[in-house]
């Protein structure tokens, strides 16, 4: 399966509502898990089945979506959300998103 | 606490082998997977395949059938990848990551860079 990210850069303000999108290329079963990437670390753990949200991460992170299409959405943007994020699917061999860059504007 | 910690930065020859270890503690070695992950620079993830310390049980992406080679010593809980005949497209940051046979990986190694040149 195929995962593809959009956009691939966003730029939002501080306090904004940001939607990241994942499709797949099939049904994905909500098999489907969001990463966040900071400079020179390791991914970490946001989201797994699709909105089930990681132990520790804030609440203003959330996911939805169903069949191919998934969405990230974090509720208000802090300066510590810069960060890269990929999508995930684990319901047909294991693949990720090419990511989506999002800057502080 | 959970920590996989991976070795050091390699500066390999092309047509050479390496091989990375991450040391688990904080867990039980033996019942998690455990995943390899490929990045190149500015570049996404991919995946390489897992080994389940419990039992030595492999998989891998069928990209990197004879690439890659994942063992496990579960005496040291140390997972181990061997890279084999380097070329310059193996120059990554090579992630450990575990898994508890859910399919994702809820804690990562802090990555080892893996640089081929002559």
């Known amino acids: 399966i195929q995962l593809t990210q959009s956009p691939s850069l966003l730029s939002a303000s501080v306090g904004d509502r940001v939607t990241l999108s994942c499709k797949g290329s099939?049904?994905?079963?909500?098999?489907l898990a969001w990463y966040q990437q900071k400079l020179g670390e390791a991914p970490k753990l946001l989201i797994y089945?699709?909105?089930s949200l990681q132990t520790g991460i804030p609440s203003r992170f959330s996911g939805s979506g169903s069949g191919t299409d998934y969405t990230l959405t974090i509720s208000s943007l802090q300066p510590e959300d810069v960060a890269t994020y990929f999508c995930?699917?684990?319901?047909?061999?294991?693949?990720f998103g090419s990511g989506t860059k999002l800057e502080i504007k | 606490q959970v920590q996989l910690q991976q070795s050091g930065a390699e500066l390999v020859k092309p047509g050479s082998s390496v091989k990375i270890s991450c040391k688990a503690s904080?867990?039980?070695?033996?019942?998690?997977?455990m995943h390899w992950i490929k990045q190149q620079p500015g570049n996404g993830l991919e995946w390489i395949g897992w080994?389940?310390?419990?039992?030595?049980?492999?998989k891998y992406n069928q990209k990197f059938n004879g690439k890659a080679t994942l063992t496990a010593d579960k005496s040291s809980s140390t997972a181990y990848m061997q890279l084999s005949s380097l070329t310059s497209e193996d120059s990554a940051v090579y992630f450990c990551?575990?898994?508890?046979?859910?399919?994702?990986?809820?804690?990562w190694g802090p990555g080892t860079m893996v640089t081929v040149s002559s």
């Open positions: 990551a575990r898994d508890w046979e859910l399919g994702y990986f809820d804690f």
């Open positions: 904080g867990y039980t070695f033996t019942s998690y997977d």
């Open positions: 099939q049904n994905i079963n909500n098999y």
């Open positions: 995930y699917q684990y319901n047909n061999g294991l693949t």
């Open positions: 089945n699709t909105n």
């Open positions: 080994i389940y310390p419990g039992n030595g049980n492999t």
